[in-house]
């Protein structure tokens, strides 16, 4: 698939793309935290129904998708949460799930080990203090890690995401040890966007790009054992294209996200022919290896 998207980007044949070949689904903005700093959607009462999911997946596919990675809010506080997994699979797609880690549990894994492709969880600090000053849990840190030994048990490759804020830009290198214990297929960190709530703590969260790619340099000679996927704010920028979990298709942008129509009603290639859709940005972006 890498290959395939590599050749896409030389031959400047990603022009005639009908579909994006990964989309992002947040399938619900119901979350179980309140994370200051959270960029996902924000109290959207509507969410598709099982059938209506389903039906997405059969025309994404269709579209030519290849990758979907399912997300929120928290994902896993949808009931039907492994029934989707399990039909995106069997159409073909390759299905990472993005979560904060608390939910899992061993029936969950047993149900869906053999159809995710990837498990991303978020570690932002070192210890419990940290990851309570930034994300309002006070056990959160001790859980995440303990269920992190659990999807390493099972077998599904991990990928651990760090959003690199003022309140953990000097614990980097702390979370990283932590971070090699997991053995990851990648480490994607990447800088503060704000975007939804974390807009308004703007200030509170904000690095400059300079302090991002000072840490780049420090952390990548640091942990050059690592996979690591550094996305500043840019990175985001045009490149994804996102659902959200009333059917909305929205294209990032650094302090917002636009909406380019809904799913339900209007064709995949019409949406992706957008001209929101920076459409050789996000082939680049997916090909990306484990990226998200």
């Given at each position: 698939m890498l290959q395939n998207q590599l050749q896409l980007l030389e031959s400047d044949t990603f022009k005639e793309l009908t579909a994006p070949t990964k989309v992002c689904?947040?399938?619900?903005?119901?979350?179980?935290l309140q994370c200051k700093f959270c960029y996902g959607p924000q109290n959207i009462k509507q969410e598709l129904?099982?059938?209506?999911?389903?039906?997405?997946?059969?025309?994404?596919?269709?579209?030519?998708?290849?990758r979907i990675v399912?997300?929120?809010?928290?994902?896993?506080?949808?009931?039907?949460?492994?029934?989707i997994?399990?039909?995106?699979?069997?159409?073909?797609l390759t299905i990472s799930l993005a979560t904060n880690g608390l939910l899992l549990n061993e029936m969950f894994l047993e149900q869906t080990k053999n159809?995710?492709?990837?498990?991303?969880?978020?570690?932002?600090?070192?210890?419990?203090?940290?990851?309570e000053s930034m994300r309002g849990n006070k056990k959160i840190f001790h859980q995440i890690t303990k269920n992190l030994e659990m999807v390493k048990s099972k077998g599904i490759p991990i990928k651990i995401n760090t959003m690199v804020c003022k309140k953990n830009f000097l614990l980097?290198?702390?979370?990283?040890?932590?971070?090699?214990?997991?053995?990851?297929?990648?480490?994607?960190?990447?800088?503060?966007?704000?975007?939804?709530?974390?807009?308004?703590?703007?200030?509170?969260?904000?690095?400059?790009?300079?302090?991002?790619?000072?840490?780049?340099?420090?952390?990548?000679?640091k942990f050059s054992e690592l996979d690591i996927i550094w996305a500043s704010k840019d990175f985001f920028n045009g490149s994804y294209f996102d659902i959200?979990?009333?059917g909305n298709v929205m294209i990032p942008e650094i302090e917002k996200d636009n909406q380019i129509g809904n799913i339900l009603t209007q064709?995949?290639?019409?949406?992706?022919?957008?001209?929101?859709?920076?459409k050789k940005k996000h082939i680049q972006q997916a090909a990306v290896p484990y990226e998200s």
């Open positions: 689904w947040n399938l619900t903005s119901r979350c179980n129904n099982t059938i209506q999911v389903k039906k997405v997946l059969d025309k994404l596919k269709k579209a030519g998708v290849q399912l997300s929120g809010g928290e994902p896993l506080l949808r009931k039907d949460i492994h029934k997994i399990i039909h995106a699979y069997s159409l073909g159809y995710l492709s990837m498990i991303e969880i978020t570690v932002d600090g070192p210890d419990n203090k940290i990851e980097i290198e702390q979370i990283g040890l932590i971070v090699k214990k997991y053995n990851p297929k990648c480490w994607k960190i990447f800088q503060f966007i704000p975007k939804n709530r974390g807009r308004l703590y703007k200030e509170e969260f904000e690095i400059t790009n300079q302090e991002f790619e000072q840490l780049k340099q420090k952390i990548t000679n959200y979990p009333n064709s995949v290639e019409e949406l992706w022919n957008n001209t929101l859709v920076d």
